[in-house]
Structures are given as C-alpha cells and as structure tokens.
C-alpha cells in the first residue's frame, strides 16, 4: 500500500512540474507579465499564425464567430440588393444606388458601410471610390459582382466552415485557455 501511495505522490508531483513548466512557459511570452519590455524575449511567428489567436483558445473561438456574424451580415445586404436593387443592363446583375440603400438597411442594421467594405473585400459587390458617404455618394451604384444565388451558396458554405472549425473541440482540454 505505501509503494501505491508513493506512486500516486509521484505521478502528482510530475503534473504540478509539468503545469508549473506550462505556466513558466507562457509567462515568458506574456506581454503583460513583464515590468520592463526589453526583459520579454522575441518571439517569431510563422507567417500563417502571424495576427492570429492561438489554435484552440477562447480568443480564436471568439474570432471565428465574428467572422460568422460579419458573413451573415453580408448576405443580408446582399439579399437587399438582389430585392430592392434593379437588373444592370450591361450583365444583369442587380444594383442599388447607395441612398437607398443606406435608407433600407439602416432599420437592419448601423453599419452598412463596414458591411459593404467587407462584401468588397470578399468579391461579392463592387462601387467606385475608397468609401462612400451619405448624403455625397448617395447615387453612386452598388452591385453584385454574381448572380445572387451563387454568391449565397458561397457565403453559406463559407459560413458551414467556419461553423465546423469553432464547434470542434480541442483533442487536448490543456489546450483551451482564456485569454
């Protein structure tokens, strides 16, 4: 019996060093854990991770649902130009002058142009100018750069995915940590 309790003790104190090791570990790159900056060693990232909330942590959950949101955002802006807009005579793709979309979307949501600026960046829509601004831009046309349905497939596939990556559970339940 004392030799199973020896083990036990053991096996007890070999996590604590290796919880303690962790901690060590992640202090070291904490930037808020240290008094003097020049005392914080430099870290490298590989390129891909640069920006990026570490694998499995709540921050990156976080992220990856804002992300979700901002795709659902600019699908229903979408579905109010394919609604409201007019088919462009030159491709038949629908258009919407600013004005009124601004006044149609503005009892969905305040913020159209940070939605419009991420449906531009995505490829869904397209109008001139870096920004635009009610009241000068209000004819300027926003249109969809596909046939509505394609870019909805696209948004809801795009959506689906990021779904999956957010409600998979880390293999390692050490992995997951606030921050």
């Given at each position: 019996?004392?030799?199973?309790?020896?083990?036990?003790?053991?096996?007890?104190?070999?996590?604590?060093?290796?919880?303690?090791?962790?901690?060590?570990?992640?202090?070291?790159?904490?930037?808020?854990?240290?008094?003097?900056?020049?005392?914080?060693?430099?870290?490298?990232?590989?390129?891909?991770?640069?920006?990026?909330?570490?694998?499995?942590?709540?921050?990156?959950?976080?992220?990856?649902?804002?992300?979700?949101?901002?795709?659902?955002?600019?699908?229903?802006?979408?579905?109010?130009?394919?609604?409201?807009?007019?088919?462009?005579?030159?491709?038949?793709?629908?258009?919407?002058?600013?004005?009124?979309?601004?006044?149609?979307?503005?009892?969905?949501?305040?913020?159209?142009?940070?939605?419009?600026?991420?449906?531009?960046?995505?490829?869904?829509?397209?109008?001139?100018?870096?920004?635009?601004?009610?009241?000068?831009?209000?004819?300027?046309?926003?249109?969809?750069l596909r046939p509505f349905e394609?870019?909805?497939?696209?948004?809801?596939?795009?959506?689906?995915?990021l779904r999956c990556d957010f409600?998979?559970?880390?293999?390692?339940?050490?992995?997951?940590?606030?921050?």
């Amino acid at each position: 019996m004392a030799a199973n309790q020896d083990s036990s003790v053991s096996s007890r104190i070999t996590l604590f060093n290796q919880h303690a090791e962790q901690h060590k570990n992640w202090m070291m790159i904490n930037p808020f854990a240290h008094y003097n900056v020049s005392e914080m060693p430099k870290r490298s990232f590989p390129q891909e991770e640069y920006g990026r909330a570490p694998a499995g942590s709540l921050s990156e959950q976080r992220s990856l649902q804002a992300s979700v949101r901002a795709l659902e955002e600019i699908l229903q802006l979408c579905d109010t130009i394919q609604k409201s807009g007019q088919d462009d005579p030159k491709d038949g793709l629908r258009t919407l002058a600013f004005g009124p979309l601004f006044e149609l979307y503005n009892d969905i949501s305040d913020k159209l142009l940070a939605t419009l600026l991420g449906a531009r960046k995505y490829g869904f829509v397209d109008f001139s100018g870096e920004t635009l601004f009610q009241g000068r831009d209000e004819e300027v046309p926003v249109r969809l750069l596909r046939p509505f349905e394609h870019l909805k497939t696209e948004i809801l596939a795009k959506v689906a995915d990021l779904r999956c990556d957010f409600t998979e559970k880390p293999e390692d339940s050490t992995v997951l940590r606030e921050d």
